[in-house]
């Protein structure tokens, strides 16, 4: 059975033998009823499921059980249903002792499993995420370059004369930060410790300005352009998403 892609795809119920089983959409994911599970393991009490798991409840986690409000049958106002995702119905099952309860695991390995949606991958989460951010980059630069002079061929170096605007070359882009004219390489966002950069900071995106860089973020973020840049506060280490490395840097002359 393939694996479903979207919330949309789940059924409202499944069969179990000869057990009408309510689906709960949950993110996609599957959950089923408590009632519905013992139903299903042929308790004719349902208390005795719960009075099992009860027993046994430091041994599930909030994402293998879970309490609410549902309406259920003839009932008027909803009543507190404890629910299980597929790992917790599997749990419930294995301590289970009814003839119905090997069926029943296997059912819910085959079948209700087969529902839920593939765990993610990490590496493929990541690279969804830099596309993200390459795509909003590219869309701040878009938005920024209509704006500004830009050289008929590429120049092999800049001049170091502080204050002679030098023009632009392909990639490059120009700042008005704090009243000085500022020249980023915007296809060189890994600036190193002690190189200045244009920033926007992350934590209320706040920029562009122009900082020093200290290094990378101690935990490895998704986020390529993201470096620890000075603050001027020693207590204070922030994180900006870097626009480009600053390849000069002049007085403005208007």
Not at 77 to 84: D, E, G, H, K, L
Not at 97 to 123: H, I, Q, S, Y
Request: contains cysteine; glycine residues 8%.
């Amino acid at each position: 059975m393939t694996k479903h892609e979207t919330a949309r795809d789940l059924p409202a119920t499944l069969t179990f033998q000869n057990t009408q089983i309510s689906i709960i959409d949950r993110g996609g994911v599957p959950w089923v009823t408590g009632p519905d599970i013992a139903r299903a393991l042929g308790f004719a009490d349902p208390r005795k499921l719960s009075n099992m798991f009860n027993r046994h409840k430091d041994e599930f986690t909030d994402d293998m059980a879970h309490v609410l409000k549902l309406r259920t049958g003839r009932q008027a106002a909803p009543a507190s249903v404890r629910i299980f995702s597929p790992r917790g119905a599997q749990l419930i099952a294995m301590l289970a002792k009814t003839p119905r309860a090997k069926d029943f695991r296997r059912w819910v390995l085959d079948v209700l499993e087969g529902l839920a949606p593939a765990p993610g991958n990490m590496a493929d989460d990541a690279d969804l995420r830099r596309k993200i951010v390459a795509e909003v980059t590219q869309q701040v630069m878009a938005s920024i370059t209509p704006h500004l002079p830009v050289a008929p061929a590429p120049q092999p170096a800049l001049p170091l004369a502080r204050g002679d605007l030098p023009r632009l070359t392909e990639g490059q882009a120009l700042f008005m930060i704090e009243g000085r004219q500022v020249i980023v390489d915007t296809r060189d966002a890994e600036p190193e410790r002690g190189e200045r950069a244009v920033v926007i900071r992350v934590e209320d995106g706040a920029g562009p300005i122009v900082v020093t860089i200290l290094g990378d973020p101690p935990i490895k973020t998704w986020f390529d352009r993201c470096k620890i840049y000075d603050s001027g506060v020693k207590w204070l280490i922030p994180v900006g998403v870097v626009i480009g490395r600053v390849v000069w840097e002049g007085d403005y002359r208007g």
